[in-house]
């Protein structure tokens, strides 16, 4: 039985009793409260923290747009590498002053950061009241209200069958929705924080997502963004990924579909299908490769081969015609050698990626690699090895993008662009940041757009007709 999610486009009113029967947890005498939240890392918190909103909303919280206004804060934070860590202890660091100053605020820490953390983020931060992993947002409100009368409040858990699917989460307006589909990971790479703060993998149904989409359509979004964190492994029992790919394109009204992160191994026939004859999936991929050495990837427990990933993009640009392709890289993992990490290089200088996010590896506490494998690649030759691949693909994605050059592109007009009030940014279906001179057209209009010239990361053009 598929339960229907709770509606919360227009939150209950403060005061207002809720049904007995509530999948939230109540909070006993609950005093609203003004609610300031601060995303850090990918895009599962963003919609994570639109999830929170969900919940704190329709408890008869409000949420505050600007921290100043806020008598609760909370972090949802990331634990992927050390330094998205520091930032939010740093964080922490400047909130105690505030908290001194203000004494009844309450500053709660949330996400994989402290699941990853746990006692430990009390012990260096003890001014933090409530500290709460991924799978307990449904506890917020009892534990915003166990906070004020004096308790700190801890909820670790880790629950194999929390999907949230019957809670809707509370979204900005806009033109590009995150939609979570998958929570957990069950790959365990051994370099990978996530299994342990997120636990294991769960589907949310088909029939539950198709009908969230029809409704963000409704509330005016053109553009759908599957999340989950081997998102292609999605399965509901019933459906697969490629099939889930199609039923969402089908919705009626639905401009765009995109989809983050895949993995290579899950890349089944099914969604390449659905890639090359849906029109609404977006002809671009995100598919990390992390080495291009099989010896690296083997320690790495990725699962498959360089060979067999080249095989793979191979297949997908015959199916795929002009696909995107951007992936995930780290340098210095344990024991990866200068022939290693050449090999890496010779990969991407192979399969020429339009973009790739590049890291040094970060010894994340409880993984594998962290506890059986040596960091032995110095600090210095990490930052080496980092700057190459960041030249390497900085000149690889500045040849792509001159090919677009007097070419015309279709881009959805998202906004003003951040540099000039004259103009417009929107993305091309393969993702591409696409920059010109406003004219006639409106945020959310398809438009077509001449281009005129191009840098690595940004096309520049005019409306054409
Ligand atoms: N160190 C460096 N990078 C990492 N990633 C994940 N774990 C680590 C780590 N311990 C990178 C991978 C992944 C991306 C989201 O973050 O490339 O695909």
Same mark, same amino acid.
């Given at each position: 039985?598929? /339960?229907?999610?709770?509606?919360?486009?227009?939150?209950?009113?403060?005061? =207002?009793?809720?049904?007995?029967?509530?999948?939230?947890?109540?909070?006993?005498?609950?005093?609203?409260?003004?609610?300031?939240?601060?995303?850090?890392?990918?895009?599962?918190?963003?919609?994570?923290?639109?999830?929170?909103?969900?919940?704190?909303?329709?408890?008869?919280?409000?949420?505050?747009?600007?921290?100043?206004?806020?008598?609760?804060?909370?972090?949802?934070?990331?634990?992927?590498?050390?330094?998205?860590?520091?930032?939010?202890?740093?964080?922490?660091?400047?909130?105690?002053?505030?908290?001194?100053?203000?004494?009844?605020?309450?500053?709660?820490?949330?996400?994989?950061?402290? &699941?990853?953390?746990?006692?430990?983020?009390?012990?260096?931060?003890?001014?933090?009241?409530?500290?709460?992993?991924?799978?307990?947002?449904?506890?917020?409100?009892?534990?915003?209200?166990?906070?004020?009368?004096?308790?700190?409040?801890?909820?670790? /858990?880790?629950?194999?069958?929390?999907?949230?699917?019957?809670?809707?989460?509370?979204?900005?307006?806009?033109?590009?929705?995150?939609?979570?589909?998958?929570?957990?990971?069950?790959?365990?790479?051994?370099?990978?924080?996530?299994?342990?703060?997120?636990?294991?993998?769960?589907?949310?149904?088909?029939?539950?997502?198709?009908?969230?989409?029809?409704?963000?359509?409704?509330?005016?979004?053109?553009?759908?963004?599957?999340?989950?964190?081997?998102?292609?492994?999605?399965?509901?029992? /019933?459906?697969?990924?490629?099939?889930?790919?199609?039923?969402?394109?089908?919705?009626?009204?639905?401009?765009?579909?995109?989809?983050?992160?895949?993995?290579?191994?899950?890349?089944?026939?099914?969604?390449?299908?659905?890639?090359?004859?849906?029109? &609404?999936?977006?002809?671009?991929?995100?598919?990390?490769?992390?080495?291009?050495?099989?010896?690296?990837?083997?320690?790495?427990?990725?699962?498959?081969?360089?060979?067999?990933?080249?095989?793979?993009?191979?297949?997908?640009?015959?199916?795929?015609?002009?696909?995107?392709?951007?992936?995930?890289?780290?340098?210095?993992?344990?024991?990866?050698?200068?022939?290693?990490?050449?090999?890496?290089?010779?990969?991407?200088?192979?399969?020429?990626?339009?973009?790739?996010?590049?890291?040094?590896?970060?010894?994340?506490?409880?993984?594998?690699?962290?506890?059986?494998?040596?960091?032995?690649?110095?600090?210095?030759?990490?930052?080496?090895?980092?700057?190459?691949?960041?030249?390497? &693909?900085?000149?690889?994605?500045?040849?792509?993008?001159?090919?677009?050059?007097?070419?015309?592109?279709?881009?959805?007009?998202?906004?003003?662009?951040?540099? =000039?009030?004259?103009?417009?940014?929107? /993305?091309?279906?393969?993702?591409?940041?696409?920059?010109?001179?406003?004219?006639?057209?409106?945020?959310?209009?398809?438009?077509?757009?001449?281009?005129?010239?191009?840098?690595?990361?940004?096309?520049?053009?005019?409306?054409?007709?």
């Amino acid at each position: 039985m598929i /339960k229907p999610r709770v509606q919360t486009k227009n939150p209950i009113p403060l005061y =207002q009793p809720l049904p007995i029967a509530d999948p939230i947890a109540q909070s006993d005498s609950p005093q609203p409260r003004r609610v300031y939240i601060e995303t850090y890392g990918c895009q599962m918190n963003v919609s994570d923290s639109e999830l929170m909103t969900g919940v704190l909303t329709r408890s008869g919280h409000r949420i505050a747009n600007r921290i100043e206004d806020a008598d609760v804060i909370l972090l949802n934070t990331c634990a992927i590498r050390e330094n998205a860590e520091t930032k939010v202890i740093n964080r922490l660091t400047q909130l105690s002053h505030r908290k001194r100053k203000q004494e009844d605020l309450i500053l709660g820490v949330c996400g994989c950061m402290a &699941q990853h953390l746990r006692t430990k983020l009390v012990e260096a931060a003890p001014y933090v009241d409530l500290v709460m992993g991924p799978d307990a947002y449904r506890d917020l409100p009892r534990a915003i209200n166990s906070v004020a009368s004096g308790d700190p409040f801890i909820n670790l /858990k880790l629950d194999k069958t929390e999907d949230y699917a019957d809670i809707a989460p509370i979204r900005k307006d806009g033109l590009r929705a995150w939609l979570t589909i998958q929570r957990g990971c069950d790959k365990m790479c051994t370099f990978c924080i996530v299994p342990f703060v997120r636990g294991r993998e769960r589907s949310i149904p088909l029939p539950i997502l198709v009908d969230d989409v029809k409704r963000l359509v409704d509330e005016g979004f053109k553009e759908i963004v599957l999340l989950g964190q081997t998102v292609n492994s999605y399965n509901d029992g /019933k459906h697969d990924f490629g099939g889930l790919l199609y039923a969402v394109g089908d919705v009626d009204g639905i401009e765009r579909v995109r989809f983050t992160s895949p993995h290579p191994s899950d890349a089944s026939g099914g969604m390449i299908d659905a890639m090359a004859n849906c029109a &609404q999936v977006c002809k671009h991929i995100h598919l990390p490769l992390q080495s291009g050495s099989t010896r690296i990837l083997k320690k790495m427990h990725r699962t498959y081969t360089a060979e067999e990933y080249r095989t793979l993009i191979a297949t997908m640009r015959e199916r795929v015609p002009n696909l995107a392709i951007s992936t995930d890289i780290i340098v210095g993992f344990c024991g990866e050698t200068e022939q290693d990490f050449a090999e890496t290089c010779d990969l991407m200088s192979e399969i020429r990626y339009d973009s790739a996010f590049t890291f040094k590896y970060s010894p994340r506490e409880g993984t594998l690699a962290h506890r059986s494998l040596e960091d032995d690649v110095s600090e210095k030759e990490k930052g080496k090895r980092l700057r190459t691949v960041i030249e390497l &693909q900085e000149k690889i994605s500045h040849e792509i993008n001159q090919e677009s050059v007097g070419k015309t592109v279709e881009v959805l007009v998202e906004g003003e662009s951040r540099r =000039q009030s004259d103009n417009y940014q929107g /993305k091309t279906d393969n993702f591409k940041t696409t920059v010109f001179p406003k004219e006639n057209a409106v945020v959310g209009d398809l438009v077509k757009v001449a281009i005129e010239s191009a840098s690595a990361h940004t096309l520049v053009g005019r409306i054409t007709v």
